[in-house]
């Protein structure tokens, strides 16, 4: 997997807001977990199951946060798993780390917020 290409394409298709290019990175079963969930939903776990979920979820946030951009700062790669790191809403800074099935799929998200 081209680590490189994959961030680019995946920064850019959340600062497009549009969220049929967002979720084509995600695979069915996504299951997400962010501190954010738990600010904004009120979901104590801080975790969402199933890509349909998310994206009712990341829907509800694009409408509360219209002017939503990210900036990549660099990119970390493991086996089967990679980690952005960017500036997020509010000025924060996260570090995301995604794991991949075997379809090059995000199917484990874990996004980190400094300052929360």
Known sequence: ???QH???EWIESWNSHDMDRILKH???????????IKLAAGIDS???KGKEAVAEYW???LVKIPDLHFELVDVA???NSIALYYKA???KMCIEVMFFDE?????KMVAHYTNL
Do not use: C, W
Not at 26 to 35: L, N
């Open 1 to 3: 997997m081209d680590t």
């Open 6 to 8: 994959f961030a680019k």
């Open 26 to 36: 995600y695979s069915d079963d996504i299951e997400i977990t962010t501190p954010m």
């Open 46 to 48: 801080g975790s969402l």
């Open 59 to 61: 829907k509800k946030a």
């Open 77 to 79: 790669e493991s086996v």
């Open 89 to 91: 809403v509010m000025n």
């Open 103 to 107: 379809q090059g799929l995000v199917n």
